[in-house]
């Protein structure tokens, strides 16, 4: 600008005026030039000290050049976070899981980790901060989201490989877990139904109690572990004493189908 003026001007008192006006705002422009680049310094390390202490959602909205801002800085302490993250949920896994199986344990780990990660992925701009090289032209997955991706990648991978050595495995102690509640259910209606035909069977007229046996005997087929449960056991025995079959008290401990049979012949008279 200023050497724009002074070819404008012709006469050497004027452009002795005007440099004398225009020399201190020169030298003004170059000090604020000095003081902008030392505020963004300033800036910068205020945003490296924030990343480290508070994650990147503490950083301020700037765009920065790639030449100011040292990018291994910045992802160090976000990586050393994660797995820090990581190795404290794999403790608390360790803890509250003990009586599983290490199989289980690890598998536990990866999905806690594994949805961690998704919640960092997509619901936080951890891995979205934009850091601009010189030429901001250039259309590239930044270093934190590389980073990210290759997590995730590995995490699937150990994910799945676990998921796939623990699948043939029909007694874990979850699937375990969940056999034995759904045996306890089914041992429990078993037995009511159970209850209810032997009272069937003691009383009402013949029809009723021949219907009656023909249930339970079936139900007897189709359910030996449960019905020779100790308390049906005992069932069948007093069952015998009432209908004076003392021959079958013996019996009761034999099988349960076999004893239902001769019970039922008995019954009727064969």
Known sequence: MLSLRRSMVRDSSDREVLQKVYTPFVSLEEEYIKLELLSMDLRVNENRQKYVLFGPDAMDNEVFDGTTLSRAG??????????????????????????????NIVLLICILTLTYESYEWLFSDSFNIELYSSSPSENYLTRPEQIALVRHVVLLITLLAVFIIDLPVGDSAILRSLKTAAENVEVSASKLQASRLARMATMGDDTLRKHAWDFYRKAAN????IFNDPEYKKIHADLARKYNLENLTQKADEAVNGTFNIMFDNMQGK
């Open 222 to 225: 189709e359910k030996q572990h």
């Open 74 to 103: 910045l992802i160090a302490p976000s990586v050393f976070k994660d797995y820090l993250l990581s190795l404290a949920v794999a403790g608390f896994a360790t803890v509250s899981a003990r009586k599983y199986r290490w199989r």
